[in-house]
């Protein structure tokens, strides 16, 4: 007895030990700081929830599909992809919409054991939401409620336990331009529709105020705090704080309003347009923010919105961003929460595992399976669509998330017909990006932009494989083809990142780049095998 005992309690004290040499260990690698934006490339319109220790965040997602990426993280800094709201072609049609259109505003929400995504499918039917026991997925069928007017949804249930919805509105007549309305009604979840009054809660903090939308209810010590962004979603963005003592009363505009915005520094400052916030408070008790913003490179954001993490502080009951500072910043010390890195994401994507990472996104909705992933082949079909209509068309493609980074493609694909075409494209809209090409008997690279459609370069070539190759460095783009990646062609010269960059040509949405295949209109039979993707950085 004596014996056992003594040997459990060395084993124990031997296991403590260990632990405490693998903690030190491990934390001489935990870092102090974090470095923004925490969601690089295409995640704008960030909304966020905890639920115990883990937090799931949502962002925008237009016209890609699979729509809505849910990410999770243990330390709001580390995040990793888990699935998406949007996965069956019967939940969504993204079909005629335009790149710009399709998902806005996501809002995550957890109450009761369920989660929540309520958002605007703009031009595709309005305003709905889909429920989940797992965020990971399968989400329900959209729960369309008719009677929401405008854009940018949110949820909020009070301690009675109602369900308040809250939106933008701008169906009313204009004592301003740009005027719009949040107001908040309640909604019957068993019923699955509004009811009650409508009551609009405020038109902005000024009486110029523009655009006010993405409203978010909290209530924090008894009182009930409305964030909103207004300004529009360009230059001028920012988030305002608004107060009541009851949830459907007129809000009072905080004195110190806009609580954020980077529009008074200057349309150099690096960071832009930053607004469209959520709030989320720790299992510490700390406040922090989710707010969406664009990196410029050379007075061009070639990224997109992206999504950015800000700590908040409360001084009678107004939220004080990033205290002491008041912008969102590139640096700065990370959340008191258990530092979580999640595993990276291989550099390359060799097709091994039967089915695609979850990275992996097409445009619209596919009406039919048009890849298949078989002996570490990615057999895409050719197919008439092509990625200049406003319908699906044979494209897979990832986020940009860097400023540098170096694509490659190893394909095998020979055509007998002038139509048919495979290879390597960086995609925006249907009216800008680039393709880097095979066809019967050349290497063609085509550029798209603002809609005028041209050949660049074109290189003689008919063998089957072909390795394909992008390198973006700030806003220069080279491209080239070879047998190998060490036996590269540069093809096209120095071309821009302008042509795919946030404008008033493409707007909200944002890039991808992966692989590409069509019969530009005619019926085919024939698929273009790719044998690996690679996107370094």
């Not at 990276?344 to 979850?358: I, M, S």
Request: proline residues 4%; neutral net charge.
């Amino acid at each position: 007895m004596f014996k056992n005992n003594f040997f459990k309690c060395v084993k124990k004290l031997l296991t403590i030990v260990m632990l405490f040499i693998c903690s030190f260990s491990n934390g001489q690698d935990i870092p102090k700081n974090f470095q923004n934006p925490i969601l690089p490339g295409f995640n704008p319109d960030p909304s966020i929830c905890r639920v115990g220790d883990d937090y799931y965040l949502v962002t925008s997602s237009f016209s890609w599909y699979p729509g809505i990426p849910i990410y999770h993280s243990k330390d709001l800094v580390n995040w990793e992809l888990i699935g998406h709201g949007i996965t069956r072609s019967e939940q969504l049609n993204f079909n005629g919409i335009k790149d710009k259109n399709g998902i806005w505003a996501v809002t995550i929400r957890y109450h009761d054991g369920l989660f929540y995504l309520i958002t605007t499918c703009s031009d595709c039917g309005g305003n709905f939401y889909i429920t989940a026991t797992n965020p990971a997925g399968e989400w329900s069928d959209p729960i369309w409620l008719k009677d929401a007017a405008g854009i940018d949804p949110s949820l909020m249930w009070d301690d009675n336990g109602k369900c308040y919805y809250s939106g933008n509105s701008w169906d009313f007549k204009k004592s301003w331009a740009g005027q719009c309305a949040i107001w908040a009604q309640e909604l019957d979840l068993k019923q699955q529709k509004l009811v009650g009054e409508k009551k609009i809660l405020t038109y902005g903090y000024a009486n110029n105020a523009g655009y006010a939308e993405s409203p978010h209810l909290y209530k924090i010590n008894g009182e009930y705090l409305l964030i909103a962004a207004e300004g529009g979603t360009d230059m001028y963005h920012s988030i305002t704080a608004h107060h009541s003592s009851s949830i459907l009363e007129t809000y009072k505009a905080d004195k110190i309003n806009p609580v954020l915005s980077h529009r008074q520094l200057g349309k150099d400052y690096p960071i832009q347009a930053v607004g469209h916030g959520d709030l989320v408070q720790t299992q510490n008790g700390d406040w922090w923010a989710v707010v969406l913003g664009k990196r410029l490179v050379n007075g061009q954001v070639p990224l997109s919105r992206e999504t950015f993490l800000c700590k908040v502080n409360f001084e009678n009951g107004t939220p004080i961003f990033n205290p002491g500072y008041g912008t969102v910043l590139a640096e700065q010390e990370r959340p008191n929460l258990p530092w979580t890195p999640v595993k990276k994401e291989p550099f390359r994507d060799d097709f091994n595992d039967g089915k695609l990472a979850l990275k992996w996104h097409t445009t619209r909705t596919p009406t039919e399976k048009f890849y298949n992933i078989d002996k570490g082949f990615l057999a895409m079909k050719l197919r008439p669509q092509i990625a200049d209509s406003l319908v699906h068309s044979s494209m897979l493609i990832q986020r940009t998330a860097h400023h540098q980074f170096s694509t490659s493609t190893k394909l095998n694909f020979k055509t007998s017909k002038e139509n048919e075409q495979a290879g390597l494209i960086i995609y925006r809209t249907n009216e800008s990006y680039y393709m880097l090409i095979k066809e019967k008997a050349r290497i063609v690279l085509i550029r798209k932009f603002d809609g005028k459609k041209e050949i660049i370069a074109e290189a003689p070539y008919t063998k089957s494989e072909v390795v394909f190759n992008l390198k973006a460095d700030q806003l220069d783009l080279q491209f080239s083809f070879g047998e190998t990646l060490e036996n590269m062609n540069l093809i096209g010269g120095l071309q821009s990142l302008i042509v795919i960059s946030e404008s008033n040509i493409n707007k909200f949405n944002g890039t991808g780049i992966g692989m590409y295949a069509s019969s530009n209109g005619q019926q085919s039979k024939t698929n273009a095998l790719f044998d690996w993707f690679e996107y370094k950085y």
